[in-house]
């Protein structure tokens, strides 16, 4: 058959394409209309037959018609186009988490069980997968026509994409936005397995621990220890409990403690400080990547749950260099 559309392999690739089709042929039939009067009139108002036609200066009712029905057929468009809009756009709560860095020119994937990949993503099938996306230098953009999704992946900014795909196989994965000249090669694949199996080549290459892990070290390595303690004494705020809460700042404003802020709270410590502590801690600009970035919000992130909470009487070891890394 001739591939006028790619494989529907996502449980929304149905719904995408059921409005595409209705979009094509809405249109379709307008166009068609439009060209059988331009037709007819051709013949009926020909020179020889009426050289002039009647002009109507004015119908209330035909005004009227024209307005509305347009207006009811756009309506269809933009609630239907709407509602799948944000279904796209609002991954389901228990999604498999993700993360993907891009860069010029390839896409490195970081699964919180530790497995990474390069230019392949492996998800089970018939689970929820939110992927969240930066890039460390250009915009890119993350396509997988299979999938019907598609979202720009960007430097300094978190985005999101979930999916849940259906369909056993192996999928294209596009940069659809030109990012330089090897744009067309930034391609991959998504691998869509069984769960079981899926949950076999996780464990597969587990040795180096879990992202959140990899987080954990960093964050003693970088001497956030010291201040960040796991008690109220730290000259840091106490990081347990605190991902997608609330935070009260300085300023008396508050903000939920989201990836973005994480991220902000590393790169540019001074934006927002939490109420009670001083400007102190130094910017990690340029000292951690995007990857280690994401793998110190993860941590943060496990922090928050009740299950995987570090114990205070088991908290790691003040690193000898913490000094260091203190601003003046
Ligand atoms: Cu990355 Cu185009």
Same mark, same amino acid.
């Given at each position: 058959?001739?591939?006028?559309?790619?494989?529907?392999?996502?449980?929304?690739?149905?719904?995408?394409?059921?409005?595409?089709?209705?979009?094509?042929?809405?249109?379709?039939?307008?166009?068609?209309?439009?060209?059988?009067?331009?037709?007819?009139?051709?013949?009926?108002?020909?020179?020889?037959?009426?050289?002039?036609?009647?002009?109507?200066?004015?119908?209330?009712?035909?005004? =009227?018609?024209?307005?509305?029905?347009?207006?009811?057929?756009?309506?269809?468009?933009?609630?239907?186009?709407?509602?799948?809009?944000?279904?796209?756009?609002?991954?389901?709560?228990?999604?498999?988490? =993700?993360?993907?860095?891009?860069?010029?020119?390839?896409?490195?994937?970081?699964?919180?069980?530790?497995?990474?990949?390069? $230019?392949?993503?492996?998800?089970?099938? $018939?689970?929820?997968?939110?992927?969240?996306?930066?890039?460390?230098?250009?915009?890119?953009?993350?396509?997988?026509?299979?999938?019907?999704?598609?979202?720009?992946?960007?430097? *300094?900014?978190?985005?999101?994409?979930?999916?849940?795909?259906?369909?056993?196989?192996?999928?294209?994965?596009?940069?659809?936005?030109?990012?330089?000249?090897?744009?067309?090669?930034?391609?991959?694949?998504?691998?869509?397995?069984?769960?079981?199996?899926?949950?076999?080549?996780?464990?597969?290459?587990?040795?180096?621990?879990?992202?959140?892990?990899?987080?954990?070290?960093?964050?003693?390595?970088?001497?956030?220890?010291?201040?960040?303690?796991?008690?109220?004494?730290?000259?840091?705020?106490?990081?347990?409990?605190?991902? *997608?809460?609330?935070?009260?700042?300085?300023?008396?404003?508050?903000?939920?403690?989201?990836?973005?802020?994480?991220?902000?709270?590393?790169?540019?410590?001074?934006?927002?400080?939490?109420?009670?502590?001083?400007?102190?801690?130094?910017?990690?600009?340029? =000292?951690?990547?995007?990857?280690?970035?994401?793998?110190? =919000?993860?941590?943060?992130?496990?922090?928050?749950?009740?299950?995987?909470?570090?114990?205070?009487?088991?908290?790691?070891?003040?690193?000898?260099?913490? *000094?260091?890394?203190?601003?003046?």
């Amino acid at each position: 058959m001739f591939p006028l559309w790619p494989t529907a392999a996502s449980t929304i690739s149905g719904e995408v394409d059921a409005l595409y089709l209705f979009l094509i042929s809405v249109t379709s039939a307008v166009t068609l209309a439009v060209l059988c009067l331009i037709v007819v009139f051709i013949f009926r108002y020909r020179h020889s037959k009426h050289p002039v036609a009647d002009q109507v200066s004015g119908s209330v009712p035909l005004e =009227i018609t024209w307005s509305l029905v347009p207006l009811g057929i756009f309506m269809i468009f933009f609630v239907w186009g709407a509602t799948i809009y944000v279904a796209e756009a609002t991954p389901p709560k228990d999604s498999l988490q =993700i993360y993907v860095v891009a860069k010029q020119w390839m896409w490195k994937i970081e699964h919180e069980e530790g497995q990474r990949e390069i $230019n392949t993503l492996h998800v089970p099938m $018939n689970r929820d997968v939110r992927l969240t996306m930066i890039s460390q230098d250009v915009i890119h953009s993350f396509w997988v026509p299979e999938f019907r999704v598609k979202a720009d992946v960007l430097p *300094g900014r978190y985005t999101t994409l979930w999916f849940r795909a259906n369909r056993p196989g192996k999928y294209n994965l596009f940069c659809s936005e030109y990012c330089g000249t090897m744009h067309s090669g930034m391609i991959g694949k998504v691998v869509v397995m069984d769960p079981v199996k899926f949950q076999a080549w996780l464990t597969g290459g587990g040795e180096m621990g879990s992202f959140a892990a990899t987080g954990q070290k960093l964050f003693q390595e970088l001497g956030c220890t010291s201040c960040h303690r796991f008690d109220t004494q730290g000259r840091g705020p106490n990081l347990v409990g605190v991902y *997608g809460k609330p935070v009260l700042l300085d300023d008396g404003s508050t903000v939920i403690a989201d990836d973005a802020y994480v991220r902000e709270s590393i790169l540019n410590p001074g934006a927002q400080i939490v109420a009670g502590f001083k400007p102190i801690m130094p910017s990690f600009q340029g =000292i951690v990547t995007e990857d280690q970035l994401l793998s110190l =919000i993860a941590y943060v992130k496990s922090l928050a749950t009740p299950e995987e909470q570090e114990p205070v009487s088991n908290r790691p070891p003040v690193p000898k260099t913490a *000094g260091g890394t203190e601003v003046q």
